[in-house]
């Protein structure tokens, strides 16, 4: 395990070339969480069943510690779209918009998506390497970003808020060992899955 934490600071040091990134990955991760948690305590009918759904019960069961610990997950916990630089240009991508309802997204907020564009924003425009690591931005994807001005940032978050996705919202089996670590407290184990996380992130950004 000492590897993995090896490994995990190095990430952790690459974010370092932006102040603060860390801290604003974790509480954007922990509002994602909160969502979550509160989806999960819902009344059944509440929302649309979806395969997620089987994890309602280990969502429950996250105490405060053990939420601020997933959520230190050096990655964006959402899916904000950065891997699809289209959704970005300014036109309408009906083919790619339009999808099934996702586990998050009947409760996710205008301001969750903004927040998450407004850091890819600052970040493609300060250090496009760290937007790939931590949000998997494409480079295409933060070349246009770094271009857009506020007004033109905002009216894509506008258009594109019901497309929020959960990461990895169709792989149920990363987010339950995650969440398993996370309710049993188990440190070690939870840091080997936030690692295997950061090495899928960069698959998927390779792909």
């Known amino acids: 395990m000492t590897e993995v934490r ?8 690459a974010y370092d070339l932006v102040p603060g990134l860390q801290a604003q990955i974790t509480e954007l991760n922990l509002q994602v969480i909160e969502l979550l948690v509160r989806r999960a305590h819902a009344p059944l009918g509440t929302y649309p069943v979806q395969p997620f759904d089987g ?39 009906e083919s790619v918009n339009v999808r099934g309802v996702g586990w998050l997204t009947p409760v996710a907020e205008v301001g969750l998506l903004r927040a998450a564009a407004t850091l890819g924003w600052h970040l493609a425009r300060a250090n496009p390497y760290a937007a790939c690591l931590s949000l998997g931005m494409t480079t295409d994807c933060a070349r246009r970003l770094a271009q857009m001005g506020l007004r033109d940032l905002e009216d894509r978050v ?45 698959a998927d950004y390779r792909r």
């Open 158 to 202: 506008q258009r594109r808020a019901a497309s929020c996705r959960l990461r990895w919202e169709d792989r149920p089996p990363i987010w339950r060992q995650l969440l398993e670590a996370a309710v049993a407290g188990a440190a070690s184990q939870l840091d080997a899955l936030l690692l295997r996380g950061v090495q899928l992130l960069a």
């Open 6 to 13: 090896q490994s995990l600071q190095e990430t952790a040091r």
């Open 55 to 93: 994890l309602a019960p280990l969502l429950r069961a996250l105490d405060e510690p053990a939420r601020v610990a997933l959520a230190r997950c050096p990655i964006l916990l959402l899916d904000a779209g950065f891997g699809q630089e289209q959704l970005w240009d300014g036109a309408v991508h």
